[in-house]
Structures are given as C-alpha cells and as structure tokens.
C-alpha cells in the first residue's frame, strides 16, 4: 500500500520516472514526509551518499564539451570601500546597488551599465554612501520597498529599515527580533501601491507573521501558525513556500491552511526555494531541483543539480544554482543543464529584473545574458534546432508590454526563426517537422525551389532572402544531401509534398501561381513521377517554354505530347508520340498507338487527322480505321466526314475499308446499294484470297514456313471469312445480287451461291446446291426457314414443296432418291405443305405407313386450322352483334316533347306532335328539316356522299 501510494505520488510531479537517477522504491525515502524516526532519516542519508556521485558523475559527462554560452562574467564592483569587510548578500533595483557585508555595514553603489567598442556589456560603479550599524553580526538579507524608498535590512534577527536613498535608519514602532528570514509579495507591482506587504519568519516561535510597510511604520496584519519553525520562505501570491529544518510547507495565507510538502534535511543539505513565475517555486531535494505549483504538483521534469548548489536564482528562461567553485546553468525549457561557470569563492547570487548579481566574499560581479538572439544561433549551430525554436519562440513572444509595432516586428523575427529551424530540420531529413515550421512560417515556398537549379522559370524575378540574410548555408540541393541520390529523392518528394499544399492554398499561391506550377511540373518531370501526366492534363499556370525544356531534359516524351496537346500545338503532340511509336524516341509511360489513334479519332482538325492517319494505316489497319468510325457525335460536317471521302482515302486499305463499310452498314444502318455491294464484294474477295491461300497450303505443305499450325489458323480465317460473308448475304436486301453471283458461281462457295438464287427467288437451284452439292440437309431446311419467314402460307408451301421435290427427284449419276431426307422433312413441325400436292409427288410405290406420321399429323394441323377459322369466325360475329346492339340502342332513346321544348334550329316552341330528330340528337320541326341528311344546327352530313360533291 504505502509503494503504491507514492508511485502515484511520484507520477503526480509530472516526470516520467525512467528518466529520474533514483529507483522508485528509493524515492519512498525521497517522497515520505519524515517526521520522526532514526530509521527513515539514515535511509535517507544512504540514498544521498550513494546516488549523489552517481548523478553527478552522468551529469559531469553530458557536459563535458558542451560549447552552449548563455552569460558571461562581466565585473560591477571589484573592491569594496574597506579592506576588512566581506560580501554577504546584495540587493539591486534600478541603478542602485546595496551591499550587506560581515562587519554589519550596508555599502551603496550606483552602477550604469554600458557597452564597450567591442560590443562587451560594461558596468561603471560608483560609490554613494555606505551606513554602519549597531550589529556586530554580518549582515544576512537586505529587501527594498522602491516605491517606499525603503530598505529593510536582516542583521543578528532583527530587522532593520533604512532610507534607500541616505540610509538613515527609520524608527518604526514595532521591534522584529528573533527573525530568520523575510520576503516581500513577489507577484505585486510594487510602484503601483502606497504600501509594501512582508513576511516574517521566527526563529523562536511556530509563526509567520505578514506586515504592512509603510513610510513612517510596520503594521502587522496577521500571524499564521506553522506546524516546525521556519528558516526559509518566499511568497507568490496568496502563497507562501517554506522550509523548516525537515520539511517542506506550503501555506495558504488567506485560510492559514499549511500542507507538508516532501522531507528536507538541512545536516546534509542547504535548503532554497525560489520563484519561477506565476505560481511557480523550484526547491532543493538532494541533488535534485523540484518544480512545484502552489497546489503541490509538479508540470516540469525535475533539475539533476550538480555539485551542491546553496543559492539559486531564475532569470528567464534560466536556473541558475552556485555552488563553491562554480555557477551551473540550466534551462527551463528543456530541464537541461546549458553552461558551467568557474567562479571561486561565491557567496550571494540574485536576480533583479532584467540583471542577475554574483558575488564573492571581494567583490560583485553581474552575469550578463548573451543576446537571445545570438543564443538562438548558437543553438541552431549546434544543431539543437527544437531547443532553439522553443527559446525563440517563449523569448519573443512573452512580453506583454510591446507594442502593435513591436509585436509584429517579434512576429517577423519569430517567422525568420521557424524557416531557420526548417531548413535544419530539411537537412536532418526531419521532413515532417521542416513542413511544419515552413507551414508555420508563412514561408514563400520558392525559397525551397531555389534549392533546384533552374527549378523556378527563366521569367522568375524572386531572389532567395533566406540564403542571403543566413537562415541556411545550401547553394543547392547537391550542397544540401551531399550527393547522396538516395537523400536526393526523398528531398525532391518532400518538396514536391509542400508544393502540393501550397498549391491546394489558394490565398498562399496568389500572384505565385506560374512559379509555382511550373516548379511542380519540373520536379515530376525529374523523379518521373505517376503524377506528372494527371498534372499536365488538369488546369495548371506552368510556363511554356520551361515545361517543355526541362520534359524533353528528362525524357518525358509522353508528357510532352500532352503537354503539346493542351497547349493547342497538337501537330507537334502528334509528331512526339509517332516517334514514340517507330522507336525514334522512347520512353515507358507512353501506352502505345492506342492512345494516338483515340487522340485522332476526337481531334476536330480534319486536315491534320488526314495527314497522320496514312501513318496508322500503314502501321495497323485495324487500330487505325477507328479513326474514322469513332467520331464524335457532334463533330461539324465537312469533306472530311463525307463517307465517300472516306472510302476513296481508304480505298488502298482494305481492311480498313473493311471496317468502315462494316460502321456504315451495320452501326449507322446507312441504307444504300453502294455500301452494301462494296462490303459485300470485300467480303467475297477476302473469302476467295483465303481459299487460294489454303488450298496453296494444302498442295504443298512444305513450302509453308508454317507448317500445320499455320494452315490451321488459315482455314479458321477462312471459315470466320465466309460466316461474314453468309451473314451479310442473308440479312442485307440492298446489294447487287447478280454481280455477286456472278463472282460465285464458278466457284466452290455452294452455300453463298444458294443465298444469291434464293435473294433472287431461285429457290430450286439453291436447294439443289445445298442438297447435291453440299449435302447439308439441316441447311436447306434452314434455308426453307429463313426465305419463307414473314411470308404468307401459301408462299411457305410452296417453299417446302420444292425441297421436298429436289429430295425426291434423282440427280444424274446418284441413282436414288433421298427417302431418308424426305420423311425428316414431312416429319418436321416447322415444315409447311398442301397435302394434296404432296400426295401428287409421292411415289406410287410409298406404303400408307411410311406416311401415315405425316398424314396424321397433316389432317390434325388441318383440322385445327379449320376449328380456328370457325373460331375466328364466330368471334368477329359476337362482336358485330354487339357493335350493332350498341348501335341500335344509341338509336332507341325516347324523344320527349313538352310544352317548354323548343326547336333547336328556330328556337321555337313545338305546337304539335310532328318533330324531326337528327343521329346527333338534334330535334326540330318539319318546316325547319329542309334536309333529311344534313343538320340545320351543326351543319354535319349524315348522308353516303358528300354534298359539295353532289352538288358539283
């Protein structure tokens, strides 16, 4: 329980406990409030004796070459007025400068602080006047009231107060005796109040008390009951931090609530406290410096002190801790230790203000802080590029008394600062963390493309500030990775990365966009980036001139072309990619004549598509007839897109032509006998040229480089040849059947032969071509299918009568009929026949039972048909009874004549019965009815003539 405990303890202070010298079950000791006990104290004593060399010891080694500087040793007072006096303690404000000394005596100096022709701070000190008092202890802490003009002055536990001007003793009325220390409100303005607040400490009593200083007197406010005797205190606030002789407290002044902090044992060690801003103390614990807020809790990892340390002081962003022969300096930003000083025999050290004081037991020197700036630059040179951004950034930004002007001249500073740090970051390959700062910074992002020779364009008028006014030392990239390609790379694609986000900032590209587009487009084109082509094709500001210099440097010959492309320079796009694609130039990215012969097809300049069209027919044929048949749609007309235009520039392309023919007839559906004939007779010249080419094959399979494999991917060409052929023949109505079947009859194409006599109603050599010749059964039947299909009965009877007869009649030289043939034929379902006329043909010799399927099957059809007629016909009955009972009705109405009816033609009542009534249902009298078949009221004919015809 109690580990735990003070792990939690341990975490509380905000450390990470792995960094900490001590193990946690030692800092049980370092942690637990000793209030008694010999055991815990001993502990205590032997963790201090065997980690105290160890810290020191790592400490030692880590500054050990350390070149860092943040104050140098500038004298103020080298002497002081008597020989037997010594130095106790200081106190500064202004230009004013009081001395405490051994023999009881308070030396007053003026100072003015100057600097020399080398640009060293100097000090000028003057003495004014110097008061002996009544003590013959030393003198142990002065404090001054500067608004009061008042000193108070701690001497053998009384406290003493003088004019800080004459240093006359002011009489009070109220003695302080007995007193161990005293310190006034840190955290109050002390010229903006007519009274100075204090607090005392006793060496006797369990109290502190908090006075009233005024100009006449001490007004004692309150006295606060503390749980040990008080040796040391300082105050923030409502907050009081104390140390007694074993203990740390922190006590609230308003309630007089008082918390015991962490165990102190002044035998081994000398205690201090001091104030590190708002609500913020630093105490001694062994070796080490403890941040805490007036709660208890610690936001800082604590100080590793070294050597044994008995006064601090903070000046920011500083710690400053003297020791005997040294003053060690450690930074609050980063917990680390910063500068050792030699300094032999120190006694006093002090911060006021803007000035911190040191001094030996001889004289009083001052530790001038070198120029933050120049801190900042050394930091950077010594490439602690976090820790200098981090002073730069705190130093800059923490006065809250500057000015408009002030401020944003310290935001410039700050800006140069970040691009400082960017750079450094760049060159350490912390890439992630110079795009933050460059970010930050607002930095002009040709600062980095300056970095790239030639990377911005020629047209460029910006010079690098950065290179000129010293926030990098790199004339160029080369400079900057070394030569290292691996590095090289990495940095082009940092750079690319920040240009990216520039680019995607459109208030931070402003005015900058032709720089850089054109630095964008450089850095693709020079890592051959997959993002170069997508850049080129988007909307971009690169200029031209450079963009095409530095693709053809490297070699982006694609690119190029694109970038031709969209520059309206498609004449010289095209030119790149032909040599692209005959291997004059090279490059991978280039997807080949497929992408050329797309950008024809969708390029509006026709002369310039007939000027590079001859080259993709001559490479392929069938890749450049695409040109031609994937035109857009709204492509204006003109000689160019005439088909007949076309087809003269194809003429000497014939599979080109081929596929032209095949867009007009098939896609565009261009009914005209010219396009059909040519396709057609195209198709018959490529079915013949392969045949001749097989049957060369075939007679001498030697010959043939090769071999079976090639002569069968020839018959498969022919038979893919001659199913276009069959295809276009059946389907199309509109080409020249003659001049075709003039080319084919004296050949072996028997099946194209028997679709020409069928186009031209010869349907009896057709089937004979089908049946003798080719014997393909299942293909005249086929071929009765489709040539009687939209036909009327008759006409398919008649159709497959004439197979049946071709089956059945014998050709010269076979010797038989097809009996087989013949019964499939009348067994088939499709097939339609006149029984009749089969039964005339049949042999006289067929038995009843090698047809009785067929008859059965015929008088079933028959009778179905006629039940179906009957059907039909009784339907259309039935519904000529209803149109005419319908009819009748709509005649049958009753006329109704009452006294109030008038006559619609003369708007007259009736008198009598007699009335005319017309189909319309117009009613009137008999002297109005002139006509019997033409409405007087709507004038419409009801007659079987028209009027104006009968009378004409």
């Not at 080398?118 to 013959?136: A, D, W």
Request: proline share 3%; net charge neutral; hydrophobic share 40%.
């Amino acid at each position: 329980w109690w580990k735990q405990r003070r792990r939690k303890q341990l975490v509380r202070l905000g450390a990470d406990p792995s960094l900490w010298i001590f193990k946690v079950e030692e800092l049980i000791f370092f942690l637990a409030p000793i209030k008694h006990g010999r055991v815990e104290r001993q502990a205590w004593q032997i963790l201090q004796a065997r980690n105290g060399s160890l810290a020191h010891e790592q400490l030692k080694e880590t500054n050990e070459g350390m070149s860092f500087k943040a104050f140098e040793l500038v004298p103020v007072v080298e002497r002081l007025p008597s020989e037997r006096s010594k130095v106790e303690c200081v106190e500064s404000f202004e230009e004013n400068l009081y001395i405490g000394t051994s023999d009881c005596c308070v030396v007053y100096y003026v100072i003015r602080q100057g600097v020399s022709p080398t640009g060293k701070i100097t000090f000028q000190c003057q003495h004014k006047k110097s008061r002996q008092l009544s003590f013959k202890k030393p003198i142990e802490k002065i404090v001054a009231a500067k608004s009061l003009s008042r000193l108070l002055v701690l001497c053998d536990g009384t406290v003493v107060v003088l004019n800080s001007a004459t240093l006359d003793v002011i009489p009070t009325n109220t003695k302080l005796k007995a007193i161990s220390d005293m310190c006034p409100n840190e955290s109050l303005d002390e010229y903006a109040h007519l009274s100075y607040e204090i607090c005392f400490s006793s060496s006797r009593r369990k109290f502190v008390s908090v006075y009233t200083l005024t100009e006449e007197r001490l007004i004692i406010n309150k006295e606060l009951a503390v749980p040990e005797t008080i040796s040391k205190l300082r105050r923030d606030g409502q907050t009081l931090c104390m140390a007694s002789s074993s203990q740390y407290h922190l006590l609230d002044v308003d309630s007089g609530h008082c918390t015991p902090f962490f165990p102190l044992d002044c035998e081994v060690e000398a205690a201090f406290i001091q104030r590190i801003g708002a609500g913020e103390f630093l105490l001694r614990a062994s070796d080490l410096g403890v941040f805490t807020d007036k709660r208890g809790e610690a936001k800082r990892t604590p100080l590793r002190l070294l050597g044994k340390p008995f006064e601090v002081a903070y000046h920011f962003p500083y710690v400053l801790a003297l020791s005997y022969d040294q003053v060690h300096v450690y930074s609050v930003l980063t917990e680390e230790h910063k500068q050792t000083i030699a300094f032999q025999g120190g006694c006093a050290l002090a911060s006021f203000g803007k000035r911190v004081l040191i001094a030996s037991h001889r004289q009083v020197y001052s530790l001038a802080m070198i120029d933050l700036e120049q801190q900042v630059q050394n930091l950077f040179s010594e490439a602690h590029v976090t820790e200098a951004l981090f002073l730069a950034q705190v130093s800059l930004l923490e006065d809250s008394t500057l000015t408009a002007t002030g401020k944003k001249a310290r935001e410039r500073q700050l800006r140069r600062y970040q691009q400082q740090a960017g750079f450094a970051y760049l060159a350490a390959a912390q890439y992630e963390e110079a795009s933050e700062q460059f970010h930050e910074s607002s930095m002009d992002f040709r600062e980095l493309a300056t970095l790239f020779p030639s990377l911005l364009p020629k047209s460029s008028t910006f010079r690098s500030e950065a290179a000129e006014s010293g926030l990098h030392r790199y004339t160029d990239i080369t400079a900057l990775t070394g030569g290292d390609s691996l590095k090289l790379d990495k940095l082009r694609e940092f750079v690319v990365s920040f240009l990216e986000d520039v680019r995607g900032m459109p208030a931070v590209a402003h005015g900058k966009r032709d720089d850089l587009d054109t630095a964008l487009l450089k850095l693709y084109a020079m890592g051959n980036s997959s993002q170069l082509l997508g850049f080129i094709g988007g909307q971009n500001s690169a200029k031209v001139d450079d963009s095409i210099e530095a693709l053809q440097e490297h070699k982006c010959y694609h690119a190029l072309g694109l970038f031709y492309c969209f520059h309206n320079m498609a004449e010289k796009a095209l030119e790149t990619w032909v040599k692209l694609n005959d291997g004059e130039l090279i490059d991978v990215a280039h997807p080949g004549m497929e992408y050329v012969v797309e950008f024809l097809a969708s390029l509006p300049d026709h002369q310039l598509v007939g000027k590079f069209a001859s080259w993709a027919l001559e490479k392929d044929q069938v890749l450049a007839a695409t040109i031609f048949t994937h035109r857009p749609h709204n492509e204006t007309t003109s000689e160019f897109t005439r088909p007949e235009f076309v087809l003269e520039y194809l003429g000497k392309h014939s599979v080109a032509l081929r596929i032209y023919l095949e867009h007009l007839v098939f896609t565009k559906k261009l009914e005209k006998e010219k396009y059909h004939t040519h396709l057609a007779v195209l198709y018959l010249d490529e079915v013949l040229d392969l045949q001749q080419q097989c049957q060369a094959a075939v007679a001498a399979p030697g010959e043939e480089d090769g071999g079976s494999g090639s002569t069968d991917g020839k018959e498969q060409k022919l038979k893919d040849a001659r199913h276009r052929l069959c295809r276009m023949l059946e389907t199309s109505n509109l080409y020249r059947v003659t001049l075709l079947l003039g080319k084919v009859q004296d050949t072996s194409l028997y099946n194209e032969c028997a679709v020409l006599y069928g186009k031209l109603e010869q349907h009896e050599k057709a089937l004979q071509l089908l049946v003798h010749r080719l014997k393909d059964y299942a293909a005249a039947q086929r071929y009765c299918t489709i040539n009687s299909s939209d036909r009327d009965l008759r006409y398919r009877q008649k159709l497959f009568l004439t197979l049946l007869t071709v089956y059945l009649t014998p050709v010269e030289g076979q010797g038989q009929m097809l009996v087989v043939q013949a019964m499939d034929l009348l067994n088939c379902s499709e097939a339609e026949f006149d029984v009749a006329q089969v039964l005339q043909i049949l042999p006289e010799t067929w038995s009843i039972s090698l047809i009785s399927n067929f008859l059965s099957r015929s008088i079933r059809r028959s009778m179905t048909r006629a039940r179906t007629s009957r059907l039909h016909h009784n339907l259309a009955r039935g519904e000529a009874l209803q149109v005419k009972h319908h009819f009748i009705r709509s005649h049958s109405r009753p006329v109704i004549i009452t006294e109030d009816r008038q006559c619609d033609a003369c708007q007259r009542p009736f008198n009598d019965a007699a009335f005319v009534r017309y189909p319309n249902g117009v009613v009137t009298h008999l002297h109005c009815s002139r006509r019997k078949d033409l409405c007087p009221v709507t004038g419409k004919w009801f007659g079987s003539k028209d009027p104006s015809s009968s009378s004409s």
